[in-house]
Each structure stands twice: as C-alpha cells, then as structure tokens.
C-alpha cells in the first residue's frame, strides 16, 4: 500500500481514527483544545502507540501523561530502543516486549525471609 495521509478527515468518529491502523497512514487533525484532543485520543478500545508533534514541551509532557498508550512518541514516531519496553494498553496486547519488562514476563518473584 502506498503511503496514505488523510488530512482532517472530519467526522470524529471515523473508523480510521478509532481504530488501530497497521500501514502507511497518517490521520493529521487541527486542534484548538488540547483537552479535546486528548480526549479524543482516548477515545479508542486501543492504546499501542501514539505520536505527538509539537513544539510546546509543556503540551508535550501534558499529552504524555494523559494519553493512554503503551509508548509515546515526542515529534517522531515509531523508534523502538531493544532497551525500551514496547507494548499497549487496553486491548492493544498483553506484556511487553524488550527491556527488563519483557524479562520481568517470564520469571516470578519469590520473596524468603529467614529468622535465626
């Protein structure tokens, strides 16, 4: 599929926009509220990555925090670090991969406390 970008596509609740896309598409939408886009963002049963493009740290670390997704991209998207745990939120897979987490997946804690 060539690479594909829909700018302002309109209707909120467009399937492209609340769903998980696995191609070459970007979905571009203008904003006014930060809020509202936030919201909107967590408007979706998915949360596998999501990419913010700014040039406001503080908007930036504002999205950071309230956009529920396994990784958040700042003014590029999908760079993945084999030491960075990669995975989503809600119906986006279970776990992670990479990093210690990954690790953490397939081994159990086992607490021992002993008194002489």
Not at 7 to 15: E, F, I, S, V
């Amino acid at each position: 599929m060539r690479p594909t970008v829909v700018a302002n596509p309109g209707h909120k609740d467009l399937t492209l926009v609340r769903e998980e896309v696995f191609g070459p598409v970007l979905v571009a939408m203008p904003y006014d509220d930060l809020d509202d886009v936030l919201r909107r963002a967590n408007d979706s049963e998915y949360g596998l990555g999501a990419s913010v493009w700014t040039n406001r740290l503080d908007q930036a670390q504002r999205a950071i925090d309230a956009i529920h997704a396994g990784t958040v991209w700042v003014n590029t998207h999908n760079m993945v670090d084999p030491n960075m745990p990669f995975g989503g939120f809600k119906r986006s897979g279970i776990g992670r991969e990479h990093g210690r987490a990954a690790i953490d997946s397939y081994t159990e804690v086992k607490s021992v406390c002993i008194a002489y």
